[in-house]
């Protein structure tokens, strides 16, 4: 009860300095204290499992970025405006993570920055306003990445959406209103009557692959490879939000636009390029840059110093040292196997989707596909209690979310699954005590 206090004072005096629009996680929010690969511990000394978190990629505090940190710090931190070679080193290999034609990077110290100058770098190309976005997208805080995500402008205390925006369905497969092997196609005609119906030529395109704040939907098969040739047909560039997904996360792929089979125009990246370490990017062609180049000057104080390019080298380097991509694959796949498992013995489990350690369980009625927020809040929450941590999204806040750090084990995924089996059936014997059957 002392420890219980302690945590209700720590929110007075965090609400005294910070409004709670600055939103805390759970019913009782967990004092945090330190953090470790894929587990955090409170200030109690609980430990928790971190089955949420995508930004501590290759693991909470990993000694070896910390370190790399730690020395560049020592050494020299200044802005992109001297010669230091750290940074060309960095941005080689990232360079070297994609597609020959993706040749030029412009670091920034956020996703919400990196898409907020993917975005001005389209306009500058283009010349054309005209933003085709995805239903349910979110690509960041400033005004130009609000005006492009509809997570936020269509939220009902959002501000609507601009004229110059032109908003796409979800290609969703589940609950969606194409479900079967083509309906990647099927959605991508739709979209593309839209693109072709536009007034003015679309400037640009963008989309996560696998989107995020949707549910963890990720777009039906074949739809980027059918959309890309007509937004490029009117002048326009194709722009993949990474952000989430980037950096192996998937399994199967290092960037989500590789299960499209597509190759974009403008990469965005951030969360995980640095462990934790506030850093974004853009990555882009030559041909863009080169016409982003002929504007004014761009310059970030931070984005690009000689520390964030350690960091960043250091988090690529630990991702290929310990294989994390390969893990991410194995531990996602058997991940996935139990959550289906689940799925197969409790009717309330809809939808289990996704891929590597980006997974969502989206959580139904029984007896339908209604969204259950509900029940999908009372799993996080018990979860929680039982020192587990996820997290929930999607449009009714109803699919269950998981994306650990790529240092996850088979045991970890385990634990989780075990954990929320026990959740349902005690939530299911009480219902059934409740009801006297
Ligand atoms: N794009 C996506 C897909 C995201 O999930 C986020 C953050 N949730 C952003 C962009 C913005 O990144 P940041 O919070 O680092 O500004």
Known sequence: NHKKQEVIEEIKRRHQYINPVVSLSYKDPIFMERSA???MYDKE???FLDAYN???HVGHSHPQVVKAGQKQMAKLNTNTRYLYDVLPNYAEKLLSKFPESLDKVFFVNSGSAASDLAIRMAHAHTKHKKIMVMEHGYHGNTQISIDISDYKFNNP???GQKAHILKTQLPNTYGGKFKDDNAGLYYAEEAIQQINNSEEPIGAFISEPVVGCGGQVPLAKGYLK???PEIRKQGGVCISDEVQTGFGRLGDCFWGFEQQDVVPDIVIVGKPIANGHPMG???TTSEIASSFGKGVEFFSS??????SCAVGMAVLEVIEEERLQENAKEVGDYYKSLLIELQDRYESI??????GLFLGVEIVKEGNQETNRELAHHIKNALRNRFILISTDGPDDSVLKTKPPLCFTKENAKEVVNAIDEILRDYYQKILRVSGV
């Open 37 to 39: 690969f894929q587990y």
């Open 45 to 47: 000394g609980n430990t």
């Open 54 to 56: 995508n930004i501590p």
């Open 157 to 159: 205390k959002g501000d």
């Open 226 to 228: 059918k959309i890309y």
């Open 281 to 283: 990017a853009v990555i």
């Open 302 to 307: 931070f984005g690009g110093n000689p520390v």
């Open 350 to 355: 809809g939808d289990v989707r996704g891929t």
